[in-house]
Structure formats: structure tokens, C-alpha cells
């Protein structure tokens, strides 16, 4: 069983767009988004545990994106703001490993159920 991402698109930048994952069966798993642009390698994005209680963002979308999940529609969103040319990849969801620092996430990678991407192009 995969995860599903989609909501992406063409934007101009410092738009918004908000990617949905679908994530039946998956609600007692951390989930992650991580993004792949071209000619790199993929690299994770954001994460949240299976509650929804913490999450975790990497330096560069640090306060523009938000990451929340619905377990009652089985469903991880990425709201992405502010978004900027450097921001278009193809983005992925997966279920997640987590490290914690303390109580708070230090960071996360994905562990399974990769689906296909859905992407996300930010135009200049």
C-alpha cells in the first residue's frame, strides 16, 4: 500500500499552494513530506508524528510551510506560503522514522510507502 500526494501545481512566487497526502491505514505512522527537484537528490521537507502533537520542518521552509494531519480523513497536508523558485521538485509523502532531541523532533526520513509525487513548480 502507497501514499498518495497531490495538490501540485504552477505557481508564481510567494504563492501558496497545499499539497494533500492520503494516508489510509497510515494513522498510527509518522508521516513525512520530502521533495526531490531536478538533478538532485531527494531530501526531506517536514514531518509530524502519528497524533499530529509535533512536527518538524528543515531549515529552508521553516516558517512557510505547516504541516497538520486529519486522522479522521486519513490525511497529511502541507500548506506551503511564500513559496519561492528554489521550492520546485516533485514532492513526495512516505511514512516517516523520527529522531527526537528531548521531546521535540531533531529530524525525520522516510521509511515506506512511497507513492508517486505530485509537483510543484514556482515560476520567477
Known amino acids: 500500500v502507497q501514499l498518495q500526494a497531490s495538490g501540485g501545481g504552477l505557481v508564481q512566487a510567494g504563492g501558496s499552494l497545499r499539497l494533500s497526502c492520503a494516508a489510509s491505514?497510515?494513522?498510527?505512522?509518522?508521516i513525512g513530506w520530502f521533495r526531490q527537484a531536478s538533478g538532485k537528490e531527494r531530501e526531506e521537507v517536514s514531518c509530524i508524528n502519528s497524533s499530529g502533537g509535533k512536527t518538524y520542518y528543515t531549515d529552508p521552509v521553516k516558517g512557510r510551510f505547516t504541516i497538520s494531519r486529519d486522522n479522521a480523513k486519513s490525511t497529511v497536508y502541507l500548506q506551503m506560503n511564500s513559496l519561492k523558485p528554489e521550492d520546485t521538485a516533485v514532492y513526495y509523502c512516505?511514512?516517516?522514522?523520527?529522531?527526537?532531541?528531548?521531546?521535540?523532533?531533531?529530524?525525520?526520513?522516510?521509511?515506506?510507502?512511497w507513492g508517486q509525487g505530485t509537483l510543484v513548480t514556482v515560476s520567477s
Open positions: 491505514g497510515f494513522t498510527s505512522y509518522a
Open positions: 512516505a511514512v516517516a522514522a523520527i529522531a527526537f532531541k528531548g521531546s521535540e523532533i531533531s529530524g525525520c526520513s522516510g521509511l515506506d510507502a
